[in-house]
């Protein structure tokens, strides 16, 4: 029942033109914060519809699809059930990681056939979301002139052997459990539903009771039988229909919740090297 309910969400957020569209861009995911990869998702959308008149934006990431399809993001077989349940011929999966110096922008267009092309980018912190040259030719742009190098500065005078630090490699902590939060929004919706049956019923008891006789022994037992009837039906709507809400509203907190972080706690190893050696540091600590 769960799984099914969720599959009714993915259908609302879908585009109402999905059923015509045959390339779908979903929203991108990573730990750049949401207003920056909500602009990244509008420019590449305008790269898919430049090639493509026919694509859309999606209203939902590939991760919350498989979810709603019942499969795991990295199983191969995922990809081909995320398009059959949007029955669009192709998907376009971005990824946003803040990385030093800007942001690293991976996409993949994911077709019917299991072909499946990539390109990934570094957008210079500063730069204008909407400057995807590394990205346009996935969707049959042109990537911009590269510029030339300034030739080296070549400095002659001795100075002392500086510390050099090489990038940091970063390994994600344990993401958010989005897979549970929204088990748990579908499960509170599906407990508030069966709770207002519970009170149609108990309220289709009370009418019986309202009209039972009450003239011989037996139509008083009855009576008595249907009042018990209906306080159980009734407590049954009040147990589900609480729960429901209490369990739908948690969920649904923390769902908003890890959708609104900006980054998430990682993990920096440093090479360092230094005049007579080299080390690692690691730290542990927010994004840069």
């Not at 709603?68 to 990295?74: L, Q, R, S």
């Not at 990038?167 to 958010?176: C, G, M, N, T, W």
């Not at 149609?200 to 009576?223: K, M």
Request: charge should be neutral.
């Amino acid at each position: 029942m769960k799984r099914a309910v969720l599959a009714a969400i993915l259908l609302a957020a879908a585009p109402a033109a999905a059923d015509s569209a045959k390339l779908l861009v979903l929203q991108s995911e990573g730990r750049a914060d949401p207003a920056t990869r909500a602009k990244i998702d509008a420019a590449i959308v305008k790269l898919a519809v430049a090639a493509e008149p026919q694509a859309s934006a999606g209203e939902l990431n590939f991760s919350d699809a498989a979810t709603a399809v019942g499969c795991k993001p990295e199983a191969p077989s995922c990809k081909d059930e995320v398009l059959g349940m949007l029955a669009v011929d192709e998907i376009v999966i971005t990824t946003v990681t803040p990385k030093p110096g800007g942001l690293e922008i991976t996409v993949r267009r994911i077709a019917r056939s299991g072909a499946s092309r990539d390109a990934t980018m570094l957008l210079a912190t500063g730069t204008p979301p909407d400057k995807l040259d590394g990205i346009a030719p996935l969707f049959g742009g042109k990537p911009a002139e590269p510029r030339a190098a300034p030739p080296p500065v070549v400095d002659h005078e001795p100075r002392p052997s500086p510390v050099v630090t090489a990038p940091a490699v970063r390994a994600d902590l344990p993401s958010s459990n989005r897979r549970l939060e929204l088990i748990g929004m579908a499960g509170g919706g599906g407990l508030v539903v069966l709770g207002l049956v519970m009170w149609v019923a108990a309220n289709s008891v009370q009418g019986d009771i309202n009209t039972a006789p009450t003239r011989t022994r037996q139509d008083l037992i009855d009576l008595k039988n249907l009042e018990s009837k209906g306080d159980t039906y009734a407590t049954l709507g009040n147990v589900f229909a609480i729960t429901g809400v209490v369990v739908g509203g948690i969920s649904t907190y923390f769902f908003i919740r890890d959708r609104r972080a900006g980054s998430s706690a990682m993990a920096h190893l440093m090479p360092t090297v230094i005049d007579h050696g080299a080390g690692l540091v690691l730290t542990i600590g927010g994004s840069p």
